[in-house]
């Protein structure tokens, strides 16, 4: 079964700072992984996505991830965290081996940025 | 152009009524995909549909259905509504149902009192 573990529930950056958002999933076969973005009362962003092609994937808004499999782990990374970037982040693997494309969804990382 | 559009925004239910969700995805999309996110948790997968026809179903009760209309809207029905399904529902359509990018509409807000 395809699952994603969130290793922080909250992370606190101050503006300007690096930001890291911790993801490792558990497939049984070569995942489709990703990370959105939810602001309050709006919907779900795809920011980035990984389909097996470059480990390191570039999104939108500065946002970044890499596909380690060997620490089978899809962290989110940017090098400066803006005051907008304060949202909720969810990494979530895609189990299209099933016979339909459903996504699984983490608890969830809720991002704050300090000013 | 139109992103995934949902109807109601928010509504109020009685425990044991039905309620129905509404669902448009984006022009030319063809899968919709529910999902049901209860405060402080991530959505969780209810149905795929994709050109009418159900393509997968996640873990909940057959009091959840769902179907799919020639033009690729979709609507949502939950039966005897129980306190525990007061959550955020959520749309979401990609062009095939193998299609990786799955785009989100603003979701339902259901509370059941």
């Known amino acids: 079964a395809q699952s994603v573990t969130q290793l922080d529930s909250h992370v606190s950056v101050s503006e300007g700072t690096p930001v890291l958002l911790r993801c490792n999933y558990s497939s049984s076969y070569s995942p489709s992984l990703f990370w959105y973005v939810q602001h309050p009362n709006k919907g779900l962003q795809l920011l980035l996505k990984y389909t097996s092609a470059a480990t390191l994937v570039k999104g939108i808004n500065g946002f970044e991830a890499e596909f380690k499999k060997s620490e089978t782990s899809f962290h989110l990374t940017k090098p400066s965290a803006h005051m907008s970037d304060a949202a909720e982040y969810f990494c979530v693997v895609s189990d299209e081996g099933y016979g339909a494309n459903n996504l699984f969804f983490g608890t969830g990382t809720r991002l704050t940025v300090i000013p | 152009d139109a992103g995934v559009t949902q109807s109601p925004t928010h509504l109020i239910k009685t425990r044991g009524q039905q309620v129905t969700l509404r669902c448009s995805p984006i022009?030319?999309?063809?899968?919709v995909s529910w999902y049901q996110q209860v405060l402080g948790q991530g959505p969780q997968f209810i149905f795929q549909?994709?050109?009418?026809?159900?393509?997968g179903r996640g873990n909940f009760p057959d009091r959840f259905s769902a179907r799919q209309f020639p033009n690729y809207s979709s609507e949502l029905n939950v039966n005897a509504l129980l306190l525990g399904d007061s959550a955020l529902y959520l749309c979401a359509s990609s062009y095939e149902w193998t299609a990786y990018e799955q785009y989100f509409g603003p979701g339902t807000r259901l509370t059941v009192t």
């Open positions: 022009s030319g999309h063809k899968s």
């Open positions: 549909y994709y050109e009418k026809e159900e393509r």
